[in-house]
């Protein structure tokens, strides 16, 4: 039979739907703080009247795990006879050795890390407290000043920074015990990924079917416990599970395989970035074994849908954005009502409640100044606005929902979800999750925040536009801006142009200069190896880059290797970049990265090692005033980069 459509519940007006609906994060994520989509759609569902819960099973296994009796099981595992091989790893013969000292200190350095035993900083940072394994030998690249003699780490942690440094040798401590469980219990497992290579544009489900039928290991039992328990405590008629990246996919189908077997009334549903990312093409009906439902980008209109449907008021047919098996043919459907999202304005605030935010891990890597944010504090994550306002790179999925579809908010109703979220959680400081916030967009905000006298810090990624002039870049600081991120991506006025960045790098130096000259934090996303670039390329982006440091411009930055996707004008126009796509296998899975031939043959992959090793440098002032051909292996050639166009660009001369 098939039911009436019902018109969609009226914006603002409640839903009539009686179950319960719990959201899921699946391991592995942050260990900082959660992932934000289960407050987003807790927050939303809640604001139409709907009962909904949520919980992080991310942070849940990773406290289970480096627990007493986690570290117990870890080592059972290890010391199996099977395991012989990976005994055989300096980690774990480091960690079966110094098991005891492992087993008495794991529960103080969790609280330590979750803020509630600061003292203990004194004891950890004597270097008699914790065991040490492999990770600590990175401390002897610190070499003591020859002269003074003075402590190594020093430089990094100064003299008071006694808290800082009991928290980079905690992070080295649970870095050692990662590499232990990844060595003995599970290759696949690091703590902000897990079974990555199982999802990521992997083309056929079988990969991962063949790992959801072994048999389980100790983490997949002890996620199946997580999962049994938080069902059992919210008994849900419905279950949304959310995979923002590849490394939350395999767990995720592992958690509904456990609510499946053991609650096969309740009805499950998978969405969040990686669905909308890769799962644009899915075929498998295997996948409709473990979910009942798979949805594409924002989730609040096709999950109203799906409640509408459930509740018997909306046929199948009528489903939004919503893969299923048909149970006639059993093969995938996909159906898309065409309806309007629920606009940026009415999504409702965030709501962190059911999540211990207190619980989270602030650990602490000295990769560089912004990941320090990335894995340090517990951020409240808000949008600014949906979708990007430039929209025009051409190495960006222009082309999904989640950059193309700009919608804003007023600065008023802006402040108001951050005065309901700092009231909910307690904690003042924002990650602005935008693709890139817009300066508008912050300039209103930040004249909101200061009227209002809201005190908060916030960082975020933005495009270094000529928008953001010295002014506007005091105002955001004076509102409780404390860093921000934007790409230069390839240094390079060829490039950028041909990347449709909308910047030039003189123009970069400006902003990010007026940025640093109000006391922010200024971090350059870098890239290399995208269409033509050439040796030369490479060897002048590196120089502007050296000169970016030298005139105080950036703090940090990071050069990521370009990929194409299937999403990006790259990807879908490859010619007008001089490149040629290699042929894709058939997908019947997942689809994103796709690889290119590109003619001008250079080895990206060793050049990489070379601005590695650069920026590392000069994040610390070293090598500043050195010949960037230095960083490179072999020869290659001189800059074409003028020593003095970061100066002279600061004074206006392009
Ligand atoms: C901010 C951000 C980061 C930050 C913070 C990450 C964090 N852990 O919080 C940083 C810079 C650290 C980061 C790192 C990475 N990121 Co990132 N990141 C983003 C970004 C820009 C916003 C994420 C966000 O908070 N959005 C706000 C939330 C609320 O949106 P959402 O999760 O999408 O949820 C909505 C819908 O998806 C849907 N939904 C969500 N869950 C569910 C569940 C169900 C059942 C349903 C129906 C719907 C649904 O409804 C929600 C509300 O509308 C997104 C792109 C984007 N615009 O979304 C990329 C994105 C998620 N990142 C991506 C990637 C790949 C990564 C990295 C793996 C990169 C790398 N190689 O290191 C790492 C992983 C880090 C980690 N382990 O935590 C990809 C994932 C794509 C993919 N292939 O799977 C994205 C989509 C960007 C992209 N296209 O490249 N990232």
């Given at each position: 039979m098939s039911l009436p459509v019902v018109q969609p519940a009226e914006e603002g007006t409640e839903l009539r739907y009686d179950g319960c609906v719990l959201s899921l994060i699946p391991p592995m994520t942050q260990l900082n703080t959660p992932y934000p989509s289960t407050a987003y759609l807790t927050g939303f569902l809640r604001s139409r009247g709907v009962r909904a819960v949520q919980a992080d099973l991310a942070h849940g296994l990773v406290l289970s795990i480096l627990s007493q009796q986690g570290l117990r099981s870890v080592r059972s595992e290890a010391a199996e006879p099977a395991n012989a091989a990976a005994n055989k790893s300096p980690s774990v013969r480091s960690f079966l050795k110094q098991f005891e000292r492992y087993e008495s200190t794991i529960d103080r350095v969790i609280r330590f890390l979750q803020g509630t035993d600061p003292t203990l900083a004194h004891r950890i940072v004597t270097r008699t407290f914790l065991p040490e394994g492999?990770?600590?030998?990175?401390?002897?690249?610190?070499?003591?000043?020859?002269?003074?003699?003075?402590?190594?780490l020093l430089w990094a942690f100064g003299v008071l920074g006694v808290q800082d440094k009991a928290r980079h040798f905690c992070t080295l401590y649970l870095s050692d015990l990662a590499d232990v469980i990844r060595d003995a219990v599970d290759e696949r497992f690091e703590f902000v990924r897990y079974a990555e290579s199982l999802a990521?544009?992997?083309?056929?489900?079988e990969p991962l079917a063949q790992a959801l039928a072994t048999s389980q290991t100790l983490l997949d039992r002890v996620l199946e416990q997580l999962t049994l328990d938080v069902v059992r405590k919210h008994d849900p008629n419905v279950v949304l599970i959310t995979v923002?990246?590849?490394?939350?996919v395999y767990a995720a189908f592992r958690m509904a395989q456990t609510i499946r077997r053991q609650h096969p009334t309740i009805r499950i549903a998978l969405g969040g970035g990686y669905a909308n990312t890769e799962l644009r093409q899915l075929k498998e009906p295997r996948v409709f074994d473990y979910f009942h439902y798979v949805m594409l980008d924002d989730g609040e209109r096709p999950i109203l849908a799906m409640l509408e449907h459930l509740s018997g008021r909306r046929s199948e047919e009528h489903l939004v954005r919503t893969y299923h098996r048909c149970s006639d043919s059993g093969s995938v459907i996909y159906r898309n009502h065409p309806e309007p999202d629920v606009p940026f304005s009415q999504v409702g605030t965030p709501s962190w409640d059911g999540l211990d935010v207190g619980a989270y891990l602030s650990t602490l890597d000295l990769l560089n100044p912004m990941h320090r944010l990335w894995s340090d504090g517990r951020w409240n994550k808000l949008t600014?606005?949906?979708?990007?306002?430039?929209?025009?790179?051409?190495?960006?999925?222009?082309?999904l929902d989640y950059i193309s579809r700009y919608d804003t908010a007023a600065a008023s109703l802006l402040a108001d979800r951050i005065t309901e979220i700092v009231q909910e959680t307690g904690q003042t400081g924002f990650h602005f999750v935008d693709e890139a916030a817009p300066p508008k967009g912050l300039e209103s905000l930040a004249q909101e925040l200061l009227r209002r006298k809201i005190q908060i810090s916030w960082w975020g990624n933005i495009r270094f536009e000529k928008t953001f002039t010295p002014d506007l870049c005091q105002l955001l600081a004076e509102s409780g801006c404390i860093a921000v991120s934007g790409g230069l991506e390839v240094a390079s006025d060829r490039l950028l142009k041909l990347m449709k960045k909308g910047v030039s790098v003189a123009q970069v130096a400006r902003v990010t200069r007026a940025f640093a000259d109000n006391g922010i934090l200024v971090h350059a996303y870098l890239m290399y190896g995208f269409p033509t670039q050439t040796l030369q390329d490479t060897v002048d982006s590196l120089e502007y880059v050296r000169q970016l440091f030298e005139n105080g411009c950036i703090h940090s930055g990071f050069f990521h290797r370009f990929t194409c996707t299937v999403h990006s004008p790259v990807g879908r126009a490859p010619n007008e970049y001089g490149v040629t796509l290699k042929p894709l296998s058939e997908i019947t899975f997942a689809c994103n990265d796709v690889e290119f031939v590109d003619p001008t043959g250079v080895d990206h992959d060793k050049l990489g090692r070379a601005l590695s090793k650069g920026i590392y440098n000069f994040m610390h002032g070293i090598g500043l005033d050195a010949d960037v051909r230095e960083w490179f292996e072999g020869k290659v050639p001189r800059t074409?980069?003028?020593?003095r166009f970061i100066s002279n660009a600061l004074r206006g001369r392009d």
């Open positions: 492999p990770r600590f030998e990175s401390l002897d690249r610190f070499e003591a000043d020859p002269e003074t003699g003075d402590d190594p990521q544009s992997q083309p056929t489900f923002p990246f590849p490394g939350t600014i606005a949906h979708g990007c306002y430039w929209k025009k790179c051409s190495f960006c999925d222009i082309s074409t980069v003028s020593p």
